[in-house]
């Protein structure tokens, strides 16, 4: 029997589960179990069958038991793989391809799509036996600082022109729909406009049934964060949409169905980085954009921009950069769930950066703090909102190490943002969606604000 996972919160479990102690507990568990199982996970995808390509790869030796053992858990993953493959295969013709389905027929096959998917990326849990072992957490590439001026030393003093949307947006595909508990869902697919990208993109669409022109906002994840592709996770999309917003659930670059074999979902924002961190950023602000203009097209709402953690840092990217887009590219509101003021604060400083050793990694490599600096400093923030700061909401944890709280904080202070759109909770950066959960008042917040610029 599944867990209703916001029901669940909504009792007295949850008031234990936004206390400060879940934080500490949940950053040592991505350290010494979800990012370790992860990276055996994703080298078990390069191996296949392979046990020797496995630990290679790993740079493990094993005894003979262990390798029997992991010959059975190979083949148990790879199963659970194609089984996964086979249902987004029939997913794909149905959704996009123009296989005739009905509505039930649809709606059924969404929710294989989801439970085999999330079964794949379950597996991680077979590979248990080995986090004794030492396991990297992360696939690394030695990026030098040539590597990167290479490709942005030309616009460290001029970054516009990374940020600019095209003249002719990229055509965006729309799927075929389902309704779900009075929403109807369906899915939006184009090429990213950022050529060192070039995949395709894909977003989530959440419209509520019956709402006339409703305001909409364009929403991103944190980092590993795969809301398409594991079951039960906490969505502020269903309670926006049930305020009446059309919600745009994107995916970020090397994330979800834009994550590359052999790389757990938003394994290469961190593995290349700062050059793969440049590419995550300056193609998901170029993304939005085209985002933006396909909901402009919907009709007169107005279309608004936000995310959490490093979704978050997107859009306060995006509406930095949006003053120098047309103006019906310009978002007309924001809402941020833990957000730093600058990204290079959480990619270097924060506690998840720090557990992977990203400073100690980079400087191996030639980096220095001016040289981060230099290229990092392309992200951050110089202007002002673009936005009425009426029409921005911030959710922020005063533990939240991070995405610095310190640093989040100055920036409302900097855009004087209402206190009334201030909400500040004693929790971490894990714990706050937990609280937000619990309590959607920002969410309902941000959606009235929506709904009076309408």
């Known amino acids: 029997m599944e867990i209703d996972i916001r029901r669940f919160l909504a009792g007295p479990v949850g008031v234990v589960a936004t206390w400060r102690w879940l934080d500490r507990l949940t950053i040592t568990a991505l350290k010494h179990i979800f990012f370790p199982s992860s990276r055996l996970w994703a080298s078990a995808e390069t191996a296949d069958l392979d046990s020797a390509l496995f630990c290679a790869d790993l740079g493990l030796q094993l005894g003979s038991r262990q390798m029997r053992r992991l010959d059975r858990v190979l083949a148990q993953t790879a199963e659970r ?21 009905s509505q039930a027929a649809r709606a059924k096959l969404e929710v294989e799509r989801l439970r085999l998917r999330h079964d794949y990326n379950s597996a991680r849990a077979l590979f248990r036996f080995l986090l004794l072992e030492d396991v990297p957490l992360v696939k690394r590439r030695r990026v030098e600082p ?11 003093d001029d970054p516009v022109a990374l940020f600019r949307p095209d003249r002719v947006a990229p055509e965006v595909s729309r ?32 419209e509520p049934i019956g709402v006339e022109d409703p305001p909409t906002v364009v929403l991103g994840h944190g980092i590993c964060v795969e809301f398409d592709h594991w079951k039960g996770l906490l969505d502020e ?113 924060g506690s998840i950066a720090k557990m992977f050793r990203s400073e100690e990694t980079n400087r191996t490599a030639g980096w220095n703090d001016a040289l981060m600096q230099r290229y990092l400093g392309i ?50 950066h894990f714990t706050v969606p937990i609280r937000l959960s619990r309590d959607p008042a920002p969410l309902r917040r941000f959606a009235g604000l929506m709904a009076q610029a309408a």
């Open 237 to 349: 999309a269903s309670v926006l949409c049930s305020q009446g917003m059309r919600v745009v659930r994107c995916e970020a670059p090397y994330h979800g169905r834009r994550r590359q074999i052999g790389y757990y979902g938003g394994e290469r924002v961190i593995a290349d980085s700062p050059l793969s961190s440049l590419d995550t950023f300056i193609g998901a602000v170029r993304e939005r954009a085209v985002l933006i203009d396909w909901c402009r097209r919907q009709g007169a709402g107005p279309v608004a921009i936000g995310g959490s953690s490093l979704g978050a840092m997107m859009a306060l990217l995006t509406v930095e950069s949006s003053h120098d887009w047309p103006a019906a590219l310009r978002p007309d509101g924001l809402i941020m769930i833990t957000q730093c003021e600058r990204p290079i604060e959480g990619l270097l400083g």
């Open 175 to 206: 799927s075929q729909a389902i309704e779900i508990a009075g929403t109807r869902q369906y899915w939006l697919r184009f090429t990213s406009p950022y050529p060192r990208l070039a995949d395709q993109v894909y977003a989530r669409v959440y």
């Open 146 to 156: 040539r590597d990167v001026e290479a490709v942005f030393g030309h616009a460290v």
């Open 81 to 101: 793989r194609a089984r996964a493959q086979r249902v987004d295969e029939a997913w794909e013709a149905v959704f996009f391809g123009g296989r005739e389905a």
């Open 379 to 428: 992200l951050e923030p110089k202007r002002g909102p673009v936005m009425p700061a009426e029409r921005i909401v911030s959710i922020l944890g005063q533990y939240d190490t991070a995405t610095p709280f310190l640093s989040g904080r100055a920036l409302l202070s900097r855009w004087q943002v209402p206190e009334e759109n201030t909400f500040i909770w004693p929790c971490g």
